[in-house]
């Protein structure tokens, strides 16, 4: 599941890793403004980062319930802090990124963004101001974080029986099995506009019949060319969702045991029966567990993810100048 998901992270990062200013132009001073267990963030890093923030390509989170990207420059420089010191924490616990697996990372990206050449990512990273150089250096180092969150984080994640039970009888709200309609039909078919009248008038006659009170199975074994005719009419359990809006206006006006008028769709006259309404049901917990796994997962990750970077910083030196 960790190597799933931090594929799926890998991807979601776009053009948005290790981005950073091309110089040209006019120079600016350039200052610290942040130190970090020795390493220095300068205000030209933060200034980068700022502009990627905000157009939602500031990467530096290796969870997809990240908060929302962060609005202002001391926040960004939070953020720099988190990736400076996870990167302080990958290199000391020997956490590498192959050649092979940097290269599979840009092709992913590429893909994304449905890319097929270095070429046209080149020319993307130059809208940005920067180049495919560069932008490797900064994937790399999503790379390597998404790595050691998963072994230091994510790998500690352990949901049991109880935790998935409880969860589900807590929010059954969420899997519902929703309304569904046991039908049956009569379909008489329209193979071309000459055919609609007479399709009209025998549709119109089986109403008719219904009416007099013969049994709609009767008629569907005599009149229907759907591939239900031979069960007589049988559609099973439909879900409102499935049903053309014509045909679902007309069944949600129904009682069951009442059948509708005809009524024309492109495939030709539908005359239904409603036999049977099943209300909104739980779905059994053994077809939304993997589900529930995925939730529970991601909101534990989350919590354990905030806990393990809040002891990073406390036990470094971070002096902040800005």
């Not at 962060?70 to 050649?99: H, N």
């Not at 009248?197 to 049994?215: H, I, Y």
């Not at 969702?241 to 006259?269: C, H, N, V, W, Y």
């Not at 917990?285 to 529930?292: A, C, D, F, M, S």
């Amino acid at each position: 599941m960790t190597k799933h998901l931090w594929h799926r992270a890998i991807v979601i990062l776009l053009l948005g890793a290790g981005i950073q200013p091309l110089n040209g132009g006019a120079s600016t001073l350039d200052r610290i403004v942040a130190v970090v267990n020795g390493e220095i963030i300068t205000l030209s890093d933060l200034q980068s980062a700022a502009a990627q923030a905000q157009l939602g390509l500031l990467g530096l989170s290796p969870d997809e319930t990240a908060p929302r990207r962060p609005s202002s420059q001391p926040e960004v420089l939070d953020r720099l802090i988190d990736q400076k010191l996870q990167l302080q924490t990958a290199r000391r616990k020997g956490v590498a990124v192959g050649p092979e697996e940097l290269e599979r990372a840009v092709e992913e990206v590429k893909q994304k963004n449905g890319m097929t050449t270095d070429e046209a990512l080149q020319k993307a990273l130059q809208k940005e101001h920067t180049n495919l150089h560069q932008y490797k250096n900064g994937l790399r180092d999503q790379i390597m974080i998404l790595k050691l969150v998963n072994r230091e984080v994510r790998a500690g994640v352990v949901l049991s029986d109880e935790d998935l039970r409880s969860y589900y009888e807590e929010h059954s709200d969420r899997f519902l099995i929703p309304i569904q309609y046991r039908l049956r039909q009569i379909l008489i078919p329209i193979s071309d506009r000459e055919s609609a009248p007479a399709a009209e008038q025998t549709a119109r006659s089986v109403a008719d019949q219904l009416k007099n009170g013969v049994a709609f199975q009767t008629l569907a074994r005599r009149y229907s060319n759907g591939p239900e005719a031979k069960d007589p009419g049988n559609l099973g359990l439909v879900r409102a969702d499935q049903m053309l809006p014509e045909i679902r206006r007309a069944i949600e006006s129904l009682k069951p045991g009442e059948f509708s008028p005809p009524i024309r769709t492109p495939a030709g006259f539908h005359l239904l029966q409603l036999d049977e309404i099943q209300p909104p049901a739980p779905r059994p917990l053994g077809e939304v567990r993997t589900v529930i796994q995925e939730i529970l997962f991601q909101e534990r990750s989350a919590e354990l993810y905030e806990k393990w970077l809040k002891d990073l910083r406390t036990s470094a030196q971070v002096e902040i100048k800005f």
